[in-house]
């Protein structure tokens, strides 16, 4: 058993609107995954990677609630970013990548 959640914070990123992808699922069918955001001392949600007990994960295009979950967030200035990997039903916690995608326009940037 790796009976171990894994966390990790994403420290000074500018203030603003993000989406994150988080992808979190292993190599068997019950390995997925639960993520968690936090910003600050906010609880974003909570999403979890496809357990299907099937190996069809493997066939299919990438897609939301299979191999990835995401989430739309506000940050703030000083605010630390966690994202947590909570164990699925075999015991394994994982992270494969994590994306962030700024949804505001840089600053000084004008169209």
């Not at 200035?77 to 947590?84: F, N, P, Y």
């Not at 994982?94 to 840089?106: G, K, R, S, Y």
């Amino acid at each position: 058993c790796r009976c171990v959640d894994l966390e990790t914070k994403v420290l000074d990123l500018p203030a603003g609107k993000y989406k994150i992808y988080v992808f979190a699922h292993g190599d068997a069918p019950d390995q997925n995954a639960e993520i968690e955001l936090k910003v600050g001392s906010r609880v974003i949600g909570k999403k979890a990677t496809a357990n299907d007990g099937t190996w069809d994960y493997r066939t299919q295009p990438y897609r939301e609630g299979l191999q990835y979950v995401s989430f739309k967030f506000k940050k703030k200035a000083g605010e630390e970013v966690t994202i947590i990997s909570h164990r699925g039903p075999t015991g394994y916690s994982m992270f494969n990548a994590i994306q962030i995608v700024p949804l505001d326009e840089p600053a000084g940037i004008r169209k």
